[in-house]
């Protein structure tokens, strides 16, 4: 499996931004696909995921109601819609996908077998 992040970038405080995730190699669908999020200085965090098949989203907190996870199927990619960004969000994005995770696990960042690069988003205050 692949993973490919992209989409980060420099934004002020209230703006938006959408994170891709671009899967190879395996059967998307049958994947359990996550974004997480490492601060400076910080543990590596969870931010938004989908159980295998899609069909359940979970969410952190902190980000509950200004993200949104999201999937295409045909296009094998998860996009991470962040909306109302705040500086606190700064930091590098990772997706991660695994095949046998099990949903009370989904926001173990261990639990995944697979990892993108990371890309970085920066929030102005």
């Known amino acids: 499996v692949q993973l490919q992040a992209s989409g980060g ?12 995730c671009a899967f190879s190699g395996r059967t ?3 994947y359990a696909v996550a974004w997480f999020r490492q ?4 543990v590596r965090a969870f931010v938004a995921a ?7 989203r979970y969410y952190a907190d902190s980000v509950k109601g200004r993200f949104t996870i999201s999937r295409d199927n045909a296009k094998n990619t998860v996009y991470l819609q962040m909306n109302s960004l705040k500086p606190e969000d ?18 173990y960042s261990a639990q995944y077998d697979y990892w993108g ?9």
């Open 28 to 30: 998307f669908s049958t």
């Open 90 to 107: 700064t930091a590098i994005y990772y997706c991660a996908a695994d095949q046998c995770i099990i949903q009370s696990s989904l926001s």
């Open 117 to 125: 690069q990371g890309t970085l988003v920066t929030v102005s205050s």
């Open 9 to 20: 970038g420099l934004v002020q405080a209230g703006d938006s931004l959408r994170l891709s």
């Open 50 to 56: 989908f159980s295998r098949g899609g069909s359940g």
């Open 39 to 42: 601060a400076p200085g910080k």
